[in-house]
């Protein structure tokens, strides 16, 4: 316990005199999230219909009507869920009459509505769903924050493990009585603290000058923030664990980081992706941050609504953890 306290202080006061990169830590998701803030609009001159099951019927039926978005959905819960926060205008189903759900709360669904029921006044059944419009702005603050988290643990350990071992800083660790799980784990408990920490303060403060919405509980949110930090750093350390070049490390983590941003749902909802893309999207950690995120922000979900989402991370931190102090190595080759 000695030697990883020693550790973990040493890397802690090494963070905080770099000025350059705690400041940058804060400053840069501030200023992602007041951009989007101020930069985004939720205007939009396309309706978005999701239609259930068999398409083509409920696809005819729109046919007649400009500027439609039409999203296929094979789950209805998830369909309606979107129309709920306003991202779909209409959700429409083939039958005899075909089903149709609007929200009550959106004007465009009620002007589409009125162009649907001009073009076919039979043969049309209405239901009708409750919901407050979720902007794209609320709707992707998550996951920015998310995204500020993974970009923190990721070059925040691993580059600093590759730095250490390029410049000889690990061979001289070795001649002393720590052990490689010690240094591992003393490196992850001080990016786990300052990662935490620094996006503890940014949330605080565009939460306090945007007020965005959180409809669930912060210490959930903590937790959140906690396990999906402790996934992203054992997937750094697993990386560095024998790699002796910077620049091999840093093209490895924009490798692992890019499609990480891109497959998450991080900037989009992954509806209308294929199949194949929304399973190795589950694989990667920041999609289980993102999602449990938003559904503590915006959905006010519990604990056991993102208890799932928590286990895989936390599955994925021991494993890969594990892994790093099995492989790790101390000086170069």
């Known amino acids: 316990m000695k030697n990883f306290l020693a550790?973990?202080?040493?890397?802690?006061?090494?963070?905080?005199?770099?000025?350059?990169?705690?400041?940058?830590?804060?400053?840069?998701?501030?200023?992602?999230?007041?951009?989007?803030?101020?930069?985004?609009?939720?205007?939009?001159?396309?309706?978005r219909v999701g239609v259930l099951g068999e398409p083509t019927a409920s696809i005819n039926l729109l046919a007649s009507l400009p500027h439609l978005d039409i999203v296929p959905?094979?789950?209805?819960?998830?369909?309606l869920h979107r129309l709920t926060r306003h991202q779909l205008d209409m959700v429409m189903a083939a039958g005899t009459p075909a089903p149709y759900w609007i929200n009550t709360q959106s004007k465009?669904?009620?002007?589409?509505?009125?162009?649907?029921?001009?073009?076919?006044?039979?043969?049309?059944?209405?239901?009708?769903?409750?919901?407050?419009?979720?902007?794209?702005?609320?709707?992707?603050?998550p996951g920015v924050l998310s995204m500020s988290l993974m970009f923190s643990c990721l070059y925040g350990v691993g580059y600093v493990i590759v730095r250490y071992r390029d410049l000889g800083v690990l061979k001289r660790y070795?001649?002393?009585?720590?052990?490689?799980?010690?240094?591992?784990?003393?490196?992850?408990?001080?990016?786990?603290?300052?990662?935490?920490?620094?996006?503890?303060?940014?949330?605080?403060?565009?939460?306090?000058?945007l007020g965005f919405p959180v409809q669930g509980s912060y210490?959930?949110?903590?937790?959140?923030?906690?396990?999906?930090?402790?996934?992203?750093?054992?997937?750094?350390?697993?990386?560095a664990a024998r790699i002796d070049s910077l620049e091999f490390m840093n093209g490895l983590l924009n490798l692992i980081s890019w499609p990480m941003m891109l497959l998450s749902g991080l900037w989009f909802p992954l509806d209308e992706a294929p199949e194949l893309i929304r399973q190795?999207?589950?694989?990667?950690?920041?999609?289980?941050?993102?999602n449990a995120a938003r559904a503590v922000m915006l959905d006010g979900a519990g604990l056991m609504q993102i208890?799932?989402?928590?286990?895989?991370?936390?599955a994925l931190t021991v494993v890969l953890m594990g892994l790093a102090a099995f492989s790790f190595r101390w000086q170069k080759e």
Not at 73 to 79: G, K, M, R, S, V
Not at 118 to 127: N, Y
Not at 307 to 314: D, E, G, M, R, S
């Open 307 to 314: 208890l799932p989402a928590l286990a895989v991370l936390t």
């Open 219 to 239: 210490a959930l949110l903590l937790l959140v923030a906690v396990v999906g930090a402790a996934s992203m750093i054992a997937l750094s350390l697993l990386c």
């Open 7 to 47: 550790l973990f202080m040493t890397r802690n006061r090494e963070f905080y005199r770099d000025k350059g990169s705690l400041s940058w830590s804060i400053l840069f998701p501030l200023i992602l999230i007041f951009g989007l803030s101020f930069a985004l609009s939720n205007d939009r001159h396309v309706y």
């Open 280 to 290: 190795i999207s589950l694989a990667m950690p920041l999609t289980h941050v993102v």
């Open 73 to 79: 959905y094979t789950d209805e819960a998830l369909a």
């Open 108 to 141: 465009k669904a009620f002007f589409l509505e009125q162009s649907l029921r001009q073009q076919h006044p039979d043969g049309l059944e209405k239901r009708t769903v409750t919901g407050d419009e979720v902007g794209y702005v609320a709707w992707v603050i």
């Open 174 to 209: 070795r001649a002393t009585p720590v052990t490689a799980l010690e240094f591992l784990s003393a490196q992850a408990a001080s990016r786990l603290l300052i990662s935490v920490g620094t996006l503890a303060a940014v949330f605080t403060g565009s939460h306090w000058l």
